[in-house]
């Protein structure tokens, strides 16, 4: 039997990234994050995907403050391994699960998420317009999109920095990340995409947000 074509060309240690990143400098975002989509969506209920999820903490934070089915959509096989290991500690199997999924192509018939919600994924997409058209595609009439990347709040950007100011490839790298896809850029494909989107940017980071009518 032919082997399956692996559903992304990027690569990482999920289990190190889990310990190192997720659960250690990034560890007080999540929280934040989730009461912020939750608070401009108000989707407690239903089924919510978070979209290039990793191990699983903005999809287990939102969890914790929803009564909400809540999926965490991965295309690294690791990083689906080692969130099921995180969702079996936060208590919440049977309501949060983890399942292989990339952007372009989501695992979801038309019509039937409420809410697809990323943190940082979006700068790792093959193809950013094919995965926000699948995003558009998977949605319920009414259902909600939160896509993009950011720290929460300045405060807890400038902890963080302060945390890593020993490591260079971590300025480098977000540096490159924002050089390369702007605002204006995803303005861009929200406006090819004919997208209900508004694009925000700050210093803390860039989300598209929409509603689907």
């Not at 608070?39 to 995907?49: F, S, Y």
């Not at 903490?57 to 999926?71: N, S």
């Not at 292989?100 to 979801?108: D, F, S, W």
């Not at 929200?190 to 803390?204: S, T, Y």
Request: proline letters at 6%.
């Amino acid at each position: 039997m032919p082997t399956a074509a692996p559903l992304t060309n990027y690569t990482m240690d999920a289990r190190d990234y889990n310990a190192r990143v997720m659960q250690g400098f990034f560890r007080k975002i999540y929280p934040v994050i989730a009461e912020e989509i939750l608070a401009r969506t108000g989707v407690a209920a239903g089924l919510c995907v978070d979209l290039g999820g990793g191990p699983g903490m903005l999809g287990i934070e939102y969890a914790r403050r929803t009564i909400a089915r809540v999926e965490i959509c991965d295309p690294l096989p690791g990083c689906i391994d080692v969130a099921k290991e995180n969702i079996a500690a936060a208590g919440l199997l049977g309501r949060v699960s983890a399942r292989p999924g990339a952007a372009e192509a989501l695992p979801y018939e038309d019509n039937t998420v409420d809410l697809v919600m990323s943190r940082g994924s979006i700068f790792f997409w093959t193809d950013q317009t094919k995965g926000l058209a699948e995003v558009q595609r998977v949605l319920r009439p009414g259902g909600w999109a939160f896509i993009g990347g950011g720290m929460g709040s300045a405060a807890l950007l400038a902890e963080i920095n302060a945390a890593r100011q020993n490591d260079p490839k971590w300025g480098e790298g977000r540096k490159k990340r924002m050089q390369a896809n702007p605002p204006e850029h995803f303005e861009a494909i929200v406006r090819q995409l004919g997208l209900p989107a508004v694009v925000e940017d700050d210093e803390v980071g860039t989300w598209i947000v929409w509603r689907k009518s």
